[in-house]
């Protein structure tokens, strides 16, 4: 479950002054945006992130993230904040992308298996505070990074072998494995075609009865082999053309 709590600055005003009125309607008026928070463990058990985006207008703005198990939620733990534009170690696993300038992110270290958290960031400045709370099991939030190095070879002219490699921010394939699964499109007449194939325990896939002259886009995606969390982003797409037969 998740949700949004505001928390508004309380002013107490001792007569009726002008400045002391436009501070209470500043207070009221403007809190900061509030964090949009999305959470994602992309090596399990070890790296868990959480991000939000900067706000444009945020010269003033602070944050404080704090995470917690719900069974315990009186054992608060600081959450270690990683500024935007930072080369923080806690940042290896996530793609150029993603660790944009314009990205806060929080990292929860050695958080524990099965077990609910919730996790509190809240944006503060003089305007007032505004909050996101939600709440996650790791388990639920794994979304390893794609698949690199997809390979195609020929195999006959109309057969296709392709190879790709597990993400290399994936640190535990002894013991957490990853399965793929692979998605060709091709066009027929102009109109778009895809088959999704998988799931795949090993790095390769045959792709067989393809059309001559027909042009194929190739893209894999890595799963937690027990099904945890989510498949992760398509990698980088290959196109190949199979070529025309001769007469």
Request: charged share 15%; net charge neutral; with cysteine.
């Amino acid at each position: 479950m998740g949700g949004t709590v505001y928390i508004i600055t309380a002013v107490l005003v001792f007569g009726w002054g002008s400045q002391a009125l436009d501070l209470l309607k500043a207070t009221l008026r403007d809190p900061p945006v509030t964090p949009t928070v999305h959470c994602w463990c992309s090596s399990y058990p070890n790296v868990t992130l959480c991000s939000w985006p900067e706000p444009l207008d945020s010269h003033s703005t602070h944050y404080i993230a704090t995470y917690s198990e719900r069974q315990s939620n009186t054992d608060m733990k600081m959450c270690h904040l990683i500024p935007p534009g930072s080369s923080s170690s806690a940042l290896a696993t996530v793609p150029p992308s993603s660790s944009s300038d314009q990205l806060w992110h929080c990292h929860l270290p050695s958080l524990k298996l099965l077990t609910e958290y919730i996790l509190n960031v809240t944006a503060v400045h003089s305007g007032g505070s505004s909050s996101h709370i939600t709440s996650f099991m790791m388990e639920d939030i794994v979304k390893p990074d794609p698949p690199v190095d997809v390979r195609v070879t020929s195999l006959t002219t109309r057969n296709l072998l392709v190879e790709w490699s597990p993400p290399p921010t994936w640190k535990s394939m002894d013991i957490f494995p990853l399965k793929y699964q692979l998605l060709y499109q091709w066009k027929t007449r102009g109109t778009p075609k895809s088959l999704n194939l998988g799931p795949f325990e090993n790095n390769k896939a045959e792709l067989k009865g393809l059309i001559s002259g027909r042009t194929y886009q190739i893209q894999v995606c890595a799963k937690e082999v027990l099904g945890l969390g989510q498949c992760s982003d398509w990698s980088s797409p290959v196109n190949v053309t199979i070529p025309t037969t001769k007469p």
